[in-house]
């Protein structure tokens, strides 16, 4: 069973700055992708960043530039570095991992970001 933990959200004012952090556990798991995904209650999770199979990282074209996804992938861990954060930045952010050998994506217990004015 893979598990993935989420920490860094919180509130910070417009302008200001957050990082997340992502780490999946468990055994014997090859990472295929991974990264981040958004939610505004009543909207449909959408893609912020993710490290894909195979090619160059995708970006949310809304957040290119102001967002950095990174990661440590002896440790299987992304991280999502978020600058110059707006209001409507404000959502649940979700672990995204999807693993060799399995079709199913696994994602975290979603952390808030809160962006006030």
């Known amino acids: 069973q893979v598990r993935l933990v989420e920490s860094g959200g919180g509130l910070v004012q417009a302008g200001g700055s957050l990082r997340l952090s992502c780490a999946a556990t468990g055994r014997s798991f090859a990472v295929a992708a991974m990264g981040w995904y958004r939610q505004v209650p009543g909207q449909e999770r959408e893609l912020v960043a993710v490290?894909?199979?195979?090619?160059?990282?995708n970006y949310a074209d809304s957040l290119k530039g102001r967002f950095t996804i990174s990661r440590n992938k002896a440790r299987n861990e992304v991280y999502l570095q978020m600058n110059s954060l707006k209001v409507e930045d404000t959502a649940v952010y979700y672990c995204y991992l999807r693993v060799y050998g399995r079709t199913d994506a696994y994602w975290g217990q979603g952390t808030q970001v809160t962006v006030s004015s």
């Open positions: 490290f894909p199979i195979s090619g160059d990282i």
